[in-house]
């Protein structure tokens, strides 16, 4: 696989960055994936308008080769030969002379940008999506800015192996009562022919997908509520799903061991995934 390091285009057993770099001491980077379906970037506009918020919002200059992104993503899935997959965007603080907690100043430490991509033949047309997924819910015990969609992602992992180990797929987080998101990914109930997920704040990730899917919802004349809601509610919901950049709309047929609506995919989540896919092809 042909992958992307500041400006090169290398092999990746060829590709390096610095063991100084702040993302790899300090988290200290912000990334974007972008899902590619019969070789087209899905949604790309809105990761790199996203990508561009983090940056600010963590003070991190953006890189010199920012208005190159959309070329370099379309040179990559071109020389990967990709048709359905991924492609992974890091942008780092860079390199400092050391390790250190002050930011280096951005005239001498210039942006680490790595790009690859994830080839997944079948992506759109997923097993999973026909049969849903499990989740189990767990504390959300996250840092405060999850509208910032840095590279610290070692609780999320944690989320992800609690739910294997409890033979699950996936982790709803829970604050204060309330879910906020999945730990990769934004959580919906369906209730009749509404639609209820988190308002956006703070507290998650502002999903790329998460706003095309209610665009799509409401012009299916479908209500959508953005309001706090509990695991219990969602339990006792017709249907729920998920939504991201690698699983579109997904949806989940338990929660914490208890069957939504019939346990089965529902109509309504499975008619917004086709819709979505339709729409972003
Ligand atoms: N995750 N919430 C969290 C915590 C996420 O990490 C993601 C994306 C989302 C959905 O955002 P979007 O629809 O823009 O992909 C919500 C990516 C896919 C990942 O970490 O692989």
């Given at each position: 696989r042909t992958v992307y390091v500041n400006g090169d285009y290398l092999p990746e057993t060829e590709a390096k960055v610095s063991i100084f770099d702040r993302a790899f001491l300090m988290a200290d980077g912000v990334y974007e994936v972008t899902s590619v379906l019969g070789g087209k970037l899905i949604d790309f506009d809105g990761h790199i308008k996203r990508l561009e918020r983090s940056l600010n919002e963590l003070d991190m200059p953006k890189?010199?080769?920012?208005?190159?992104?959309?070329?370099?993503?379309?040179?990559?899935?071109?020389?990967?030969?990709?048709?359905?997959?991924?492609?992974?965007?890091?942008?780092?603080?860079?390199?400092?002379?050391?390790?250190?907690?002050?930011?280096?100043?951005?005239?001498?430490?210039?942006?680490?940008?790595?790009?690859?991509?994830?080839?997944?033949?079948?992506?759109?047309?997923?097993?999973?999506?026909?049969?849903?997924?499990?989740?189990?819910?767990?504390?959300?015990?996250?840092?405060?800015?999850?509208?910032?969609?840095?590279?610290?992602?070692?609780?999320?992992?944690?989320?992800?192996?609690?739910?294997?180990?409890?033979?699950?797929?996936?982790?709803?987080?829970?604050?204060?009562?309330?879910?906020?998101?999945?730990?990769s990914n934004n959580a919906y109930f369906i209730k009749g022919n509404k639609i209820v997920t988190r308002a956006l704040s703070t507290d998650i990730l502002h999903g790329i997908t998460r706003a095309a899917v209610l665009r799509f919802a409401r012009e299916a004349q479908m209500e959508v509520e953005e309001r706090n809601f509990t695991i219990e509610e969602a339990q006792g919901a017709d249907e729920a799903f998920i939504t991201s950049a690698s699983t579109f709309v997904m949806p989940v047929v338990e929660i914490d061991g208890k069957a939504i609506g019939e346990g089965v995919p529902g109509t309504r989540a499975a008619r917004l995934r086709e819709i979505y896919l339709d729409e972003s092809r």
């Open positions: 890189p010199e080769a920012f208005d190159d992104l959309l070329d370099i993503h379309r040179k990559l899935v071109e020389i990967n030969e990709i048709d359905e997959g991924m492609i992974y965007l890091q942008v780092t603080r860079g390199a400092a002379s050391d390790r250190d907690f002050v930011f280096p100043d951005p005239e001498e430490v210039k942006p680490t940008v790595v790009l690859f991509t994830q080839n997944k033949p079948g992506l759109a047309d997923s097993p999973a999506a026909k049969t849903g997924i499990k989740v189990i819910s767990i504390e959300d015990v996250r840092w405060g800015r999850r509208d910032i969609k840095t590279t610290q992602l070692l609780y999320p992992s944690m989320g992800k192996m609690m739910a294997k180990k409890a033979g699950c797929d996936d982790a709803w987080m829970v604050e204060d009562g309330f879910v906020t998101e999945g730990t």
